[in-house]
């Protein structure tokens, strides 16, 4: 994906290929012709959504994939990058992107959407990223099986938790992103990706490696990882104690909840949109689009 455009509104696709298909269906039915770029919703951190009408097809190309940053993207230098296995193993491990690719390759074609994704929607307003629908999309990744750099390692059975950190540098005093999940979600499906829809990881999604976590939420999938440390207990910090919960109990909109009456963010929840026309479009009534509705 190439950076962030001088607009400040938009990243601009490198190409037009690929555009006929949607464009012919767009004017099929009368609707504008979609403009082939990412909609950015901060001035500061890189954060950036797919516009509905551009999603489209099943696989979400890279260089129309959201982008979400808590910070300035710094993507380590792949020729020199090192992600370590400590923790509760027997033997501790540092591994290099080549040593990585040494182990069984594994795909996997899953859903990458930020827990915040319809913020924007929300009444009363939340504090966060003001994401419309567009924080989602759809990528086949490929890299190797978490469960199979931990056997490498020796993982005790002392480890409940696998502890995640990347190499992102947050400015001043703010708190690292760091997170945990349940070792027996890692140990089930989770990957550490170096290929997306079968070209190397990009940089704003985290190259050279990232955690892939299926049917778990965007805060999951540790981007530019650099650590994985099998423990008894989840990671303590803002990013787990504080940030990305949600209620364990509903509440009336607007209700403040303390930290110990709320959750982890873990499985997606189901969502579904509308994607045949941009958004806010009129559209006019035709027999393909009324239904109807029998009584019993």
């Excluded at 005093?173 to 890692?186: D, G, V, W, Y």
């Excluded at 990671?235 to 607007?254: C, L, N, W």
């Amino acid at each position: 994906m190439r950076p962030v455009s001088e607009d400040p509104t938009l990243f601009t696709r490198r190409t037009l290929i690929g555009l006929g298909a949607v464009a012919l269906a767009s004017t099929a039915v009368g609707l504008p012709r979609p403009e082939r770029r990412l909609l950015q919703m901060n001035a500061y951190a890189p954060d950036a959504e797919t516009p509905l009408d551009l999603l489209t097809t099943y696989i979400t190309p890279n260089d129309l994939f959201f982008v979400r940053h808590h910070w300035n993207a710094t993507p380590p230098d792949s020729r020199t990058w090192k992600l370590t296995v400590d923790g509760e193993v027997a033997q501790p491990l540092e591994l290099s992107l080549a040593d990585l690719k040494r182990f069984p390759r594994t795909t996997a074609t899953c859903v990458l959407q930020c827990a915040g994704n319809g913020r924007s929607l929300y009444t009363p307003p939340v504090p966060g990223v003001q994401w419309n629908s567009g924080a989602v999309g759809n990528a086949r990744w490929a890299g190797a099986r978490v469960r199979d750099l931990l056997a490498k390692a020796g993982v005790k059975g002392t480890a409940k938790h696998l502890h995640t950190a990347g190499t992102d540098d947050p400015p001043g005093k703010t708190p690292p992103f760091h997170r945990s999940l349940e070792l027996e979600k890692a140990l089930e499906d989770a990957i550490v990706a170096w290929e997306m829809n079968g070209e190397p990881l990009p940089p704003l999604h985290g190259s050279p490696a990232r955690l892939v976590v299926p049917g778990w939420a965007g805060d999951h999938w540790m981007k530019w990882l650099s650590k994985l440390s099998p423990r008894p207990d989840p990671e303590k910090g803002f990013y787990m104690d504080v940030g990305y919960r949600y209620p364990a109990k509903p509440g009336e909109p607007g209700v403040t909840f303390k930290p110990e009456e709320m959750r982890p963010i873990t499985e997606l929840f189901v969502k579904s949109n509308i994607t045949a026309a941009p958004v806010r479009a009129r559209v006019g009534s035709s027999p393909a689009l009324r239904t109807s509705r029998k009584s019993n």
